[in-house]
């Protein structure tokens, strides 16, 4: 069995994430601030349920998703948005129903527009047209919002390390890290 070094790791990591193409940062997407508020909640830390900001981000991505059918983009992409809104949608809203924390308050609904707001001016300050670039990475399959960039990054490197595997048959598991 291959052991690794946490350097290798390290090295590793940092080939993935190298930033040669760009991403949207993920403090520019709503729905991770959503998620963090998920986390926080489902920990206890806020008396504010996420699940009317899920909800209307869900249908969101519902109506997004049919965009990307109807616009009939590649299978592998339409795929990788489902697997996206079921880990950072799905997932919580499911969660939440486990819970038996259901039913929605005003303060609920009003603290989801508290953060939109907030998200809003924070887009505002840095001078960014976040809805326009996040609908155009995913309708012209850029693959630029976060979790859809790290799995371009970590296929392309897997079919790199394949390709030089095919090349050079001398190379051994543990080269990918070094790549």
Sequence with gaps: ?????????????FNIL???????????????WILVWFVLYYMG????????ALCIGFLHNVGMLLL????????????????MMSLIKLLP?????????????????LFTMFLFSLFLLWVYIHNREVIHEEWDSLLHEKNETPIMYLYTRVKNRMKEYLRRKDEHPSLESKDIFTM
């Design 1 to 13: 069995m291959v052991s690794y070094t946490r350097k290798q790791y390290a090295i590793f990591i």
């Design 18 to 32: 190298n930033i040669k193409y760009k991403m949207i940062r993920i403090d520019f997407i709503f729905s991770y």
């Design 45 to 52: 830390q806020t008396a504010y349920n996420p699940l009317f």
């Design 68 to 83: 990307m059918i109807y616009m009939q983009l590649k299978m592998e992409t339409i795929l990788l948005f489902i697997i």
């Design 93 to 109: 809203i499911y969660l939440i129903y486990r819970k038996k924390e259901m039913r929605l308050q005003m303060k609920d609904i």
